[in-house]
């Protein structure tokens, strides 16, 4: 008797661990094909610019990872847009934008402000698009640039009319300069969008 109670005994071990190994398996086989997407709720990042534009000279793309990438868009008057599209949890798109008509000025925050708006201006006219409202965030550092004091560098601005609470975009004026060796000068601001 006690040699069937052991023989049960070691069949109901074995179907027990044969049942934790058949339910984990496929959880971790499906863990490991999300890799580390199942960590990031923004998806991969998506060009700025799609299709064929009479406006543009030159375009690129380039993805450096799955939260990362690199686009690069040269327009038929020379002047040229680099963004660095990342987040994981927020959309975040950081602007270099050159051009011949951009000079140091007078290096203030106003001036560059000035010029952040009138580059999200002509971008939103090369046909660049996003989960960010261009034209909004033009107008919100036009309206800061009229009030002294309001406009600081690397200070998150609310984005009037672009989202709501946590999903209302800002915009980050970095400041500018000349570029090095040529004509003209460029100038650096972030849009923000998150948490997700």
Excluded at 38 to 60: A, Q, Y
Aim: net charge negative; with cysteine; charged share 20%.
């Amino acid at each position: 008797m006690e040699a069937i109670r052991s023989k049960i005994l070691q069949l109901n071990r074995t179907a027990f661990i044969f049942c934790i190994l058949t339910t984990l398996y496929p959880l971790q086989s499906l863990a490991a094909d999300l890799g580390d997407k199942s960590i990031c709720v923004r998806g991969e990042p998506e060009p700025l610019l799609s299709g064929n534009n009479s406006k543009i000279k030159s375009h690129s793309f380039t993805l450096q990872s799955r939260t990362e990438a690199i686009e690069e868009i040269v327009s038929l008057f020379g002047d040229r847009v680099i963004t660095m599209n990342g987040g994981c949890e927020y959309y975040v798109n950081a602007f270099r934008y050159e051009s011949a008509e951009i000079s140091a000025g007078n290096a203030s925050v106003t001036h560059w402000g000035l010029e952040a708006a009138k580059a999200l201006r002509k971008m939103h006219a090369l046909g660049l698009s996003g989960v960010f409202d261009l034209v909004k965030a033009a107008e919100t550092l036009e309206k800061l640039v009229r009030e002294p004091g309001k406009l600081l560098l690397d200070a998150e601005i609310p984005v009037e009319g672009d989202g709501t609470d946590f999903l209302q975009t800002r915009v980050v004026l970095r400041g500018g300069g000349l570029l090095p060796g040529q004509a003209g000068g460029y100038v650096a601001f972030d849009l923000v969008k998150g948490p997700l």
